[in-house]
């Protein structure tokens, strides 16, 4: 007999009672630490609320487009090659923001994999059924987060429209790149390539408010960031640092990128951001 | 004397009295005083008709008091408005005769006026004695205010008559006799005396006649009084300070305050006092404070000491003086201690050129200072300014703190401890040297003498980093207990005593679990003494994480066969007491003696050596000659702990290396044969010394790496403690509430806190709000 591990054996039963996917298994054990009867009786409660989960209830030129890109192995989800391929297919580079913009609409528990729950009630409240249209779906509502303040938008973890902003796109990127449940830390180099190209989203929404010169003193201080990382720091970055940068480049850095006059070292900042000022003042980038 | 009038007519009774009180008053001409006789009959006559008049009055009520008809219930209406109000006319017009007198001083005419009339006006109301205790008490129970007894009643007309037409005039020459007082002339000090005691009979309260009132005090003399004495030393100590040094200031400061408190004792009320001591610390101390504090420093560096007592006990007066004196004190005290230290360090570095002409510069900034020497000097400074505390400044509490305040400073901050601003202060690490010194075999006692626990003391209690002193303290003492090298368990005991009453059990708890240790271990030596073939056998226990010592693989050797029994002994006897803990051998530690048969002449030798090589040695009992991975083999042990504890064999000459070469040393198949004649100067020969050790730079690693440990989790400990209790809490008031806590401890700067803060947020133990606030997660 081939050895099953107790937690595939888990969720063998999970997916024989209930006949739905592994994933959605997976999801409920984990919830319950394993007590396969609270998870099964958990799934019934919420699929009473959203009956509409059931694969033959969906549209078939959608759940024919999802099978394209179906993980063989797992009809549950998309996996890394299916996304490189749905990405092709949209006409997005994987580097582009609009893929995050992508994953953080469809809930992606880590980019560069969907979920099938996640895709198919997606598209299907927004009754999009092709891919030109996917497209310039997500390029119409990536515009206006990047562009506005405040954007609407169907939410499937809350199942209604909300008001979102760019914040909570950066805010998803940490937990969309965080690999498996242990970790909580992303590598400083990793965060930088995502800071790369997030936080000038940022500074744009400012754009208005300033000329070259000041944006080109902020860019300075950006990169004076990414040095103390790399030469200085170089420790891994954790979810509190990641979301406070985000406050630090909209309170302290653009503000007064100069004299970074907003910095007040009695305030809660972590200490990366003290230790940066102190870099910054060491090698008399500051005064 | 005429005959008595009778009593029931007024104008008659007043008449018979009236030359009698011109007598009393002594009015008129004669200036003769009254006799028995007159005063006698005056009394009698008022009384007669104080009495008859009641009478008269009870039988026809309806006749007289017109103005109480409606007070008919009441029997009768007392007799005495008609004599009183002639009285006051009497009084009145007496006064203004007296008035009328030529005189050519006020003060002297006023004195000597007031000084009679007071006299009379007691005799007077003697006379009118019925009268007050009757109709007056009677009119003043009625709730009249006007009316009083006929002392009080004289009194108030000398006010009105004779003092308010006069007051202006009369103060100014008091006050002109005050200052002439002042400047030293001499002076009718009676004048003044009468004149101001003069002004507190006159203050009468109308409500409360007996109620003592110094209104006319206070309003007419005392303010005028002060003020005059503001302007009057206000100019004076200018002046003077113009003129003359702080010190000789401060010593006419002294006598004028003397001379002026005799004067308030003499003739001002005490009221006054109070008052006037204000004002006189105002212009004589706290207007020239400036100058004192000035000069203060010049004072200190001629060590004046008695004229810093001056200067401290006339600041004293008024407290608030005395900070900035306390903080030049605290200044002074640094000041003289960077010098002193830098003193000390280029004396140093001189002496170590002196010693060793080779020009090895030592690490920059970094001095090597005899230990002793440098805690000395801690010492003696501190010491010195204790003795000016206790000389100068009365052990005020002040300056006890302004003292504290310093040595914390130059104890922890000073060039020798910290060279650079950034640089780790190295006191507590040679603290625990000192310690270490006194405490330790082998000293010499000139050496020692004068290093004791009090001393430690001093210095300890100034520690900012009192968690690395305990550190490096534990670090040494471990190494007297398992080499048995300290002098004596009793002044061990003693200062570990001294240490957890100066901070916490909490704070010596490990050194007092290795005292622990060594106690139990000492019953097991004695449980298992008669087992196997080593004598003297001393296996210590010690408990994990208390003792300083760390558990290496690298060290796992293999025990000799001849040994195995007596070492297995040690484990049988501990699992049976202590069922459950793990026992690791330690093989890094403990030393070994063997004695070596090696000699043809039958010298018998003894080796000291390590473990390792005692496992070694062992083996050659067996057979004369090993390959090294035969060897190897049979101790134990990572191949370079083994080569480097086989190296001195081979080096002494004990063992034959071929091929010999010390690359050829640790090749398998190198072999090593014991001598058979062993040839040594010594009986003795110790192999430890020359085990190259490469750990010396680690300790300090693990030390400041334990402290850092050990700091981390104590503050996060402090935050959550805080958190729990608070739930939500703004960053700045966290903060403030944790530095103190560590203060017995360490002193965690702001930096230390966020980065516990960063580390428990992180751990999901708190989160942000917004606006700098933090919230617990339960």
Known sequence: MPRISKQAQLQQQFVDTTQSTLLIAETYLKKFHNNIDEAVEQYYKDSEKDSEYDISKFDKKLLKLYQIYQDPSDYGKINIEGTMKYLQDLGIEPEDLESLTLAYLLDSNKIGIFEQVNFLKFWSHYKINDIKKMYSFIKKIHQQIINQDITKVWLIKKNEEEEINFKDVYEYTFSGLLEGDNQNKLDYELSIDYWKLLIPVLINKHNQKFNKSIKDQINIRLNQWYEFLENDYKQSISRDKWNMFYLFVQDIIIPDPINLSEYDEMAAWPTIMDEYILYLRDNELLK | ?778
């Open chain 2, 1 to 778: 004397m005429a005959a008595l009038p009778p009593s029931a007519d007024f104008k008659k009774t007043w008449n018979f009295v009236q030359p009698g009180l011109d007598f009393i008053l002594g009015t008129n001409d004669e200036q003769e005083g009254v006799t028995a006789v007159m005063y006698m009959s005056c009394y009698t006559a008022i009384y007669n008709y104080c009495i008859n008049k009641s009478r008269s009055v009870s039988l026809i009520p309806s006749i007289i008091g017109g103005n109480r008809s409606s007070d008919s219930n009441n029997s009768y209406v007392l007799p005495g408005a008609e004599l009183y109000n002639k009285l006051d006319k009497y009084l009145t017009k007496v006064l203004k005769d007296v008035l009328s007198e030529k005189h050519d001083n006020l003060l002297e005419f006023y004195v000597k006026k007031w000084t009679r009339y007071t006299i009379g006006a007691r005799y007077l109301s003697n006379v009118f004695e019925y009268m007050n205790r009757h109709w007056v008490q009677k009119e003043r129970q009625d709730g009249r205010r006007d009316v009083y007894d006929v002392n009080t009643l004289c009194l108030m007309k000398w006010r009105e008559e004779v003092f308010k037409p006069n007051e202006k005039q009369l103060i100014g020459q008091v006050l002109e006799l005050i200052k002439k007082q002042r400047d030293n002339e001499i002076v009718d000090t009676y004048l003044i005396s009468t004149a101001v005691k003069s002004l507190v009979f006159l203050g009468i309260d109308v409500q409360d006649l007996k109620k003592p009132n110094l209104v006319v005090y206070i309003n007419s003399f005392e303010k005028k009084f002060l003020t005059e004495t503001t302007e009057y030393y206000q100019k004076e100590s200018s002046d003077f300070l113009a003129k003359n040094n702080v010190v000789d200031y401060m010593q006419k400061c002294e006598t004028r305050l003397n001379e002026e408190v005799l004067r308030s004792n003499n003739f001002l009320e005490e009221h006054t006092k109070k008052h006037l001591l204000e004002t006189l610390n105002k212009s004589l101390i706290e207007d020239h404070a400036q100058e004192m504090h000035d000069y203060f420093i010049s004072l200190i560096k001629q060590n004046e000491l008695d004229h810093i007592l001056r200067m401290y006990k006339l600041l004293s007066r008024v407290p608030k003086c005395l900070d900035p004196l306390a903080l030049s004190l605290e200044n002074y005290i640094i000041q003289q201690a960077d010098e002193k230290f830098k003193e000390l360090k280029s004396e140093s570095e001189k002496l170590v050129e002196d010693q060793s002409k080779v020009k090895s510069k030592p690490k920059r900034g970094v001095t090597n200072v005899d230990t002793k020497t440098y805690i000395h000097t801690l010492i003696a400074h501190h010491d010195k300014y204790q003795g000016v505390v206790f000389k100068a400044f009365a052990n005020d509490p002040k300056f006890i703190k302004a003292l504290d305040n310093a040595s914390r400073h130059f104890v922890n901050k000073n060039i020798i401890a910290s060279p650079t601003e950034r640089s780790k202060c190295r006191t507590p690490e040679l603290l625990a040297k000192y310690a270490d010194t006194f405490l330790k075999k082998g000293g010499k006692d000139v050496d020692t003498m004068d290093m004791t626990a009090d001393n430690l003391m001093i210095v300890f209690k100034f520690l900012n980093d009192k968690d690395q002193f305990e550190n490096y303290y534990r670090r040494q003492l471990a190494k007297r207990l398992i080499t048995d090298t300290s002098k004596s368990e009793e002044l061990e005991e003693s200062l570990l005593q001294r240490l957890q009453v100066e901070n916490s059990s909490e704070y010596t708890s490990k050194m007092t679990r290795m005292f622990a240790d060594m106690k139990t271990s000492a019953d097991l030596k004695s449980n298992i003494r008669d087992f196997g073939p080593v004598k003297d056998f001393n296996p210590l226990i010690l408990a994990q994480n208390m003792w300083p010592f760390d558990y290496k693989e690298e060290y796992n050797l293999k025990v000799a066969p001849q040994l195995e029994e007596q070492f297995n002994k040690v484990l049988e006897y501990h699992d049976n007491k202590y069922n459950g803990r793990q026992l690791k051998w330690l093989w890094h530690h403990g030393r070994a003696e063997l004695k070596a048969n090696l000699s043809k002449k039958s010298q018998k030798f003894t080796f000291i050596v390590s473990n390792p090589q005692l496992m070694i040695l062992m083996a050659f009992n067996e057979k004369s000659s090993y390959t090294f991975e035969e060897l190897h083999e049979i101790v134990g042990g990572s191949k370079n702990v083994f080569e480097m504890h086989l190296q001195p064999f081979v080096t002494y000459k004990l063992l034959i290396q071929t091929p010999e070469g010390e690359s050829a040393m640790g090749k398998e198949d190198t072999s090593f044969k014991i001598v058979e004649d062993y040839k040594s100067k010594k009986l003795r020969v110790n192999f430890v010394g020359a085990i190259k050790s490469i750990e010396t730079k680690e300790e300090e690693d693990e030390i400041n790496k334990e402290v850092d440990e050990t700091r981390k989790n104590f503050l996060s400990a402090c935050i959550v403690r805080i958190m729990k209790s608070r739930k939500t809490i703004k960053h700045n008031d966290l903060v403030n509430e944790v530095l103190p806590q560590t203060v017995s401890r360490f002193q965690a700067r702001v930096i230390d806190v966020k980065k516990a803060i960063d580390y428990l947020i992180d751990k999901d133990y708190m989160k942000r709000l917004e606006n700098n606030t933090y919230q617990y997660i339960s």
